[in-house]
C-alpha cells in the first residue's frame, strides 16, 4: 500500500488528476442538496489568527485564496530564483524562444477577451482570466504522452510555463491591485532588505526567513498589492547555498508535495464551486464566458505557435532539438490549459461575484478540459510510436 501511495505522489500526472477531481468534488458538493449547506459553511467558515490588534479574522475563502496561494507563489518563487542561476533560465540562448512564445501566449487569448468584450467596462476586468498556462495539468499532460514528444519540447514547455507564471506575477501586481499604502510598502521594502542581507550573510536558520516572510505577506497585504506577490518575492530571497547546504533547493523539495496535493487541491475545491441552478446553456454563449473559452482554446494555441513561427522563420531561434512543427503546434494547444491561473485571476477580476451566472468559471474548465484534450489527441497522432 505504502508503494502504490509513493508511485501516485511521484507520478507528474497524478497532481493534475487530483486538481481536477478537486474541482469536480466542489461542482458537485454545491449543486447536491444534502452537501450544499455544508460546502458553504466551509467556504464561509471564519479563522482568527494573531493577538489583540495584530490579528485577521477572515472566512476561509481569504485564507485559501490570499495565505495558501501566497505559499504556492513562494514555490514560484523558488523555482524561478533556481532556474535563472543554474537551469533553464540560465542562459539566453536557451529562454530566448520559451519567453517569446510566453508573450505570443498572453497577448492573443487578452486581446480575443478584449475584442468580444468591449465597451463594457465591468467585464473587461477579466482580460487576463485566458492568459495563463497551468503547470501542473500542462506537465501532466506532457507525462501521458511518454516518448511521443521529445524532451527537448517538454523543456520548452516547462521554460514557457515558468515564464507564463512570471507574466501572472507582473500582472497580479500592476492591473489587479488595490490603492498603495505608502507605510506598509515601505514596510515591505524593509523586510525585503533585511531577508536580502541575511541571504549575502548566507544565514542557515530556515525559521529566521521564514519568520520575515509571514511578517513581509501582512505588510504586502496591507499595502495594496496582492498578498501573493509577497510569496514570489520571499522566493527570490532565499539563499541558494549556505554554510550547511542549499536551503532553496530543501524549501522546493519539502514544498512540492504539499503545494501539489494540499493547497492547489483545495484552492480548486474553494473556487470550482459553481451553482448550476437556473443556468441555461445560452448564457455559456455571453462575451465573457466565450472570451475565456476561446482566449484559451484559441488564442493560447495562435500566440505561441504564431509567435514561435517568427522566431525560428527568423532565424532568431530554432525548433526544440528532434522536434517537428506539428509536435510544436500540438504543445501549444496543450499550454491552453489555464485552470489555476485562470481562477485565481478571474477571482480577483470579479470578485467571487455570479453577475455571469459563473460561467465565467465554467468557461475556464471547458477551454482547459478541450485544450488538453485536443492538444493530447493531436500529439499522439503526429508523435513517433513508442518502440
Same mark, same amino acid.
Given at each position: 500500500m505504502q508503494r502504490i501511495i509513493k508511485k501516485i505522489l511521484s507520478s507528474e500526472s497524478s497532481a493534475g488528476v487530483i486538481l481536477l477531481l478537486s474541482a469536480v468534488f466542489a461542482i458537485i458538493a454545491q449543486n447536491v442538496d444534502i452537501l450544499s449547506p455544508y460546502y458553504r459553511e466551509f467556504i464561509h467558515t471564519h479563522i482568527v489568527m494573531g493577538i489583540g490588534k495584530l490579528k485577521l479574522d477572515e472566512d476561509m475563502h481569504f485564507w485559501i485564496n490570499d495565505f495558501l496561494m501566497a505559499i504556492f507563489f513562494f514555490a514560484i518563487g523558488l523555482e524561478l530564483k533556481r532556474e535563472k542561476i543554474e537551469g533553464q533560465l540560465r542562459h539566453f540562448s536557451q529562454i530566448l524562444l520559451p519567453s517569446f512564445a510566453a508573450l505570443g501566449g498572453v497577448m492573443a487569448p487578452a486581446i480575443i477577451f478584449t475584442v468580444l468584450n468591449w465597451g463594457d467596462s465591468e467585464a473587461l476586468k477579466g482580460w487576463a482570466i485566458p492568459t495563463a498556462t497551468d503547470i501542473a495539468f500542462a506537465v501532466g499532460v506532457m507525462a501521458l504522452l511518454g516518448k511521443r514528444i521529445p524532451a527537448s519540447l517538454k523543456i520548452f514547455v516547462l521554460t514557457l510555463a515558468i515564464m507564463d507564471d512570471l507574466c501572472a506575477i507582473l500582472i497580479i501586481a500592476l492591473f489587479y491591485s488595490s490603492t498603495i499604502n505608502i507605510s506598509y510598502l515601505i514596510g515591505a521594502g524593509i523586510c525585503v532588505a533585511i531577508m536580502f542581507i541575511m541571504n549575502k550573510m548566507k544565514v542557515d536558520k530556515k525559521l529566521l526567513f521564514v519568520i520575515m516572510s509571514l511578517i513581509l505577506w501582512v505588510m504586502v497585504l496591507n499595502s495594496g498589492i496582492h498578498a501573493t506577490i509577497a510569496g514570489v518575492v520571499a522566493g527570490f530571497c532565499i539563499p541558494l547555498q549556505t554554510r550547511s547546504g542549499? %536551503?532553496? $533547493?530543501?524549501?522546493?523539495?519539502?514544498?512540492? &508535495?504539499? *503545494?501539489?496535493?494540499? /493547497? =492547489? +487541491?483545495? #484552492?480548486?475545491?474553494?473556487?470550482?464551486?459553481?451553482?448550476?441552478?437556473? @443556468? !441555461? +446553456? !445560452?448564457?455559456? #454563449?455571453? +462575451? *465573457? +464566458? @466565450?472570451?475565456?473559452? =476561446?482566449?484559451?482554446? #484559441?488564442?493560447?494555441?495562435?500566440? /505561441?505557435?504564431?509567435?514561435?513561427?517568427? =522566431?525560428?522563420?527568423? $532565424?532568431?531561434?530554432? =525548433?526544440?532539438?528532434?522536434?517537428?512543427?506539428?509536435?510544436?503546434?500540438? *504543445? !501549444?494547444?496543450?499550454?491552453?490549459?489555464?485552470?489555476? %491561473?485562470?481562477?485565481? *485571476?478571474?477571482?480577483?477580476? &470579479?470578485?467571487?461575484?455570479?453577475?455571469?451566472?459563473?460561467t465565467d468559471k465554467l468557461a475556464v474548465f471547458i477551454g482547459s478540459i478541450v485544450s488538453g484534450l485536443v492538444g493530447y489527441i493531436v500529439a499522439k497522432a503526429v508523435g513517433p510510436k513508442p518502440a
Open positions: 542549499s %536551503m532553496l $533547493k530543501d524549501m522546493e523539495h519539502g514544498l512540492a &508535495y504539499p *503545494v501539489n496535493f494540499f /493547497i =492547489l +487541491p483545495i #484552492f480548486a475545491f474553494a473556487n470550482a464551486g459553481v451553482s448550476l441552478a437556473g @443556468m !441555461s +446553456p !445560452s448564457y455559456l #454563449f455571453g +462575451p *465573457v +464566458p @466565450m472570451g475565456i473559452a =476561446l482566449g484559451l482554446f #484559441f488564442g493560447k494555441q495562435f500566440g /505561441i505557435f504564431a509567435f514561435s513561427w517568427l =522566431l525560428i522563420k527568423g $532565424k532568431i531561434a530554432y =525548433l526544440p532539438e528532434n522536434a517537428n512543427w506539428a509536435q510544436l503546434y500540438a *504543445v !501549444s494547444i496543450i499550454c491552453g490549459i489555464g485552470f489555476t %491561473m485562470a481562477l485565481f *485571476v478571474d477571482g480577483l477580476a &470579479y470578485g467571487g461575484s455570479d453577475i455571469y451566472h459563473h
